[in-house]
């Protein structure tokens, strides 16, 4: 695993030199995406707090209702893509590592496999940027599962079934708002 | 054989490159000789496909210089091409696994005449150790066109002269050299041609034999053909003198 990982890498860079910011930065990702649990109890305890209760069961107000998935989301999936942009840049500083203390690049481009130099650029980048979606995607799925299952069912605000419409809109916050 | 027809490149507008058109037969030791900027790396690079070229063509036995066949020509820069954080054991695993013909016991016997230490990475090495290193990989590449754009700059007199012998000693018939070095004296004895480069255009090619025939050195006849002149100094300085005193 480590040699094959050497090899997807420029010629000097050691994997655990970039695999170990790689993995905080997921880990500190999907930490931060918990941010929307954050906004779901605030949510519920705000609804709550508006509830009567009688013999440990709460009435809602006919108007009590909570936020959309969408809403709530937010932008708690922006570590990830912070770290997919991340890439864009680790992708060019691969490029650039061969002209450092020599012109590497001169020999990478000479190689008989036409391939390689491109292989070594971008292969972590792509790789995490789709190991990114796919935390994206896992995650989302979890939470809105969770949310549609923790919700009780007379919260629910209407249209709830079609919160990915929204959702899309969230996740890249600087295209959608 | 490697051949070079009508090679053209600009750099901006600027002709770097005109009409270039030569060949290199396999065995030759060529000397590449030409003041600064007169296209020498350019012309190297150009063959390597390292810069694009507007016009012309390289082919290596008749076929175009591609990925396929590059394998067959190896270069040896002094902006030097080695990966500076690997150590002289983990480039010959790397060349092993991407060039067959690497030639492992050459290496071998290179790096132990240069006594360079082979555990430690090339960027600790002297400037001197990281020219030498990057002539025995162009050296043991497995190629039989070797390019070598001033392999030597930095290296001492006696390092040179080791390594004049020691390619002398070690090359294949097969083997061809393109060197460009500004040292003429040093490797006339070495050469057995020289071409010279000038604006871009080649003004002299010759064979070292033919030189020796008509009793010319090297240096004499890259003064003929730049039409150097030897007063230039002198007149120069006089003229200044003149200011000077006025």
């Not at chain 1, 991340?86 to 020999?107: D, T, W």
């Not at chain 2, 690079?45 to 175009?64: A, M, N, Q, R, Y």
């Not at chain 2, 050299?177 to 500004?182: A, D, G, R, V």
Request: hydrophobic share 40%.
């Amino acid at each position: 695993m480590k040699r094959k990982l050497k090899d997807l890498l420029p010629v000097g860079i050691r994997p655990q030199e970039e695999v170990k910011p790689i993995l905080i930065g997921l880990i500190g990702s999907a930490l931060f995406s918990q941010s929307f649990w954050f906004s779901y109890f605030e949510n519920y305890n705000r609804i709550i707090q508006m509830s009567e209760r009688q013999n440990q069961v709460y009435y809602y107000g006919q108007s009590a209702v909570m936020n959309s998935f969408a809403e709530l989301f937010g932008h708690c999936m922006i570590g990830f893509l912070l770290i997919a942009v991340s890439m864009l840049v680790l992708a060019v500083f691969h490029y650039l590592y061969h002209y450092q203390g020599s012109k590497s690049i001169y020999r990478m481009k000479c190689l008989p496999d036409r391939w390689e130099l491109l292989r070594r650029c971008l292969s972590i980048p792509v790789l995490v940027l789709l190991l990114c979606v796919l935390l994206v995607l896992v995650l989302t799925l979890l939470y809105y599962g969770i949310y549609l299952l923790a919700t009780p069912r007379e919260l629910l605000p209407p249209g709830s079934e079609h919160p990915l419409q929204n959702l899309f809109k969230n996740l890249l916050p600087f295209l959608g708002h | 054989m490697l051949e070079i027809k009508n090679l053209e490149k600009r750099y901006h507008g600027v002709r770097a490159l005109e009409g270039i058109s030569l060949t290199l037969r396999p065995g030759e030791i060529v000397g590449l000789f030409g003041e600064n900027g007169a296209g020498k790396t350019t012309l190297m690079k150009s063959i390597l496909g390292l810069t694009s070229i507007h016009s012309g063509e390289v082919t290596l036995d008749g076929v175009p210089v591609t990925n396929k066949n590059i394998a067959r020509i190896s270069f040896a820069t002094c902006e030097h091409s080695f990966f500076p954080s690997l150590t002289p054991e983990d480039h010959k695993e790397f060349y092993q696994a991407h060039f067959p013909a690497f030639k492992s016991r050459r290496f071998d016997a290179l790096t132990e005449f240069f006594e360079l230490p082979l555990n430690r990475k090339v960027k600790t090495y002297s400037s001197g150790q990281k020219n030498q290193f990057e002539v025995i990989l162009a050296l043991c590449q497995g190629a039989d066109y070797i390019l070598m754009d001033e392999p030597f700059a930095g290296n001492d007199i006696f390092n040179r002269e080791d390594f004049y012998k020691v390619l002398s000693g070690i090359l294949e018939p097969t083997e061809t050299i393109l060197l460009s070095t500004h040292l003429l004296e040093e490797i006339e004895d070495f050469i057995g041609r020289a071409i010279l480069l000038r604006k871009g255009k080649i003004t002299g090619d010759i064979e070292t034999m033919t030189l020796m025939e008509e009793g010319k050195s090297l240096v004499s006849y890259v003064k003929e053909i730049y039409q150097y002149q030897p007063d230039r100094v002198s007149k120069s300085l006089s003229a200044l003198a003149g200011e000077d005193q006025q």
